[in-house]
């Protein structure tokens, strides 16, 4: 298997700017995480689906920020508009939604918003 | 509020000896643990985990032991070797670790030789 595949890599973009996070959960997995990784707050979690309905998205820091998952195998993290502190990596994880399931992490989107 | 803590933002270890990570938690519903391993550029990727109703796991090298009174975890490396240089991160759930994970800041490991 691929693993867990985010795109862009890497996303430079000026404030005010529309930014969409794409990532493609591992085949069979039915839970899928977006975590967002700060100097300062480390590695939180944003949202996260389970069978592609959004379970708990109370990390998630403002309307600004929106994410869907309209099939099993992909999901879009969007911030719209983007501001300079949304500069962070952006990770995407994917599961079995099984007690002791371990999250795959994909290589990561970094965003620098100038 | 922290919910999980790495104090040691850095560890140094010589090559062969033994690495110890340790990390504290809060959370009284927490009761999955895992270790995740980071290199530049790339995800965490997933180390070795523990259960609350365990106090120990072992998986090769790596030993992960649980103190619950404590609400204290530690990661063992023995031997430690040059590509275990990396940023290790402790991670902790509720629910039997099938929702989010909460993630310390982590600790960077660096193996000399």
């Known amino acids: 298997d691929a693993g867990v595949i985010q795109s862009p890599r890497h996303e430079v973009t000026e404030m005010g700017q529309e930014v969409t996070l794409r990532c493609k959960p591992i085949?069979?997995?039915?839970?899928l995480f977006w975590y967002r990784q700060t100097m300062m707050r480390g590695l939180e979690l944003l949202i996260y689906?389970?069978?592609?309905?959004?379970?708990?998205d109370s990390g998630m820091p403002e309307d600004r920020f929106s994410a869907k998952m309209p099939n099993a195998s992909f999901s879009t993290l969007k911030i719209q508009p983007s501001e300079p502190r949304d500069s962070a990596v952006y990770f995407c994880a994917s599961s079995l939604r099984t007690p002791g399931n371990i999250q795959y992490f994909g290589a990561g989107t970094r965003l620098s918003v100038l | 509020d922290q919910q999980v803590k790495q104090n040691s933002p850095s560890l140094s270890v010589q090559e062969g000896r033994i690495s110890i990570l340790n990390c504290d938690y809060t959370n009284s519903m927490f009761d999955y643990f895992l270790w995740y391993k980071k290199y530049p550029a790339e995800g965490p990727t997933f180390l070795i985990s523990?259960?609350?109703?365990?106090d120990k796991n072992e998986d090769g090298r790596f030993t992960v032991f649980l103190n619950k009174s404590a609400k204290h975890l530690s990661l063992h490396i023995v031997p430690s070797q040059p590509g275990d240089s990396a940023v290790y991160f402790c991670?902790?759930?509720?629910?039997?670790?099938?929702?989010?994970?909460?993630f310390g800041k982590g600790t960077h490991l660096i193996i000399q030789p």
């Open positions: 523990i259960s609350s109703i365990k």
């Open positions: 085949s069979g997995h039915n839970s």
């Open positions: 991670a902790a759930a509720s629910g039997g670790g099938a929702d989010g994970l909460t």
């Open positions: 689906f389970n069978n592609n309905v959004p379970i708990d």
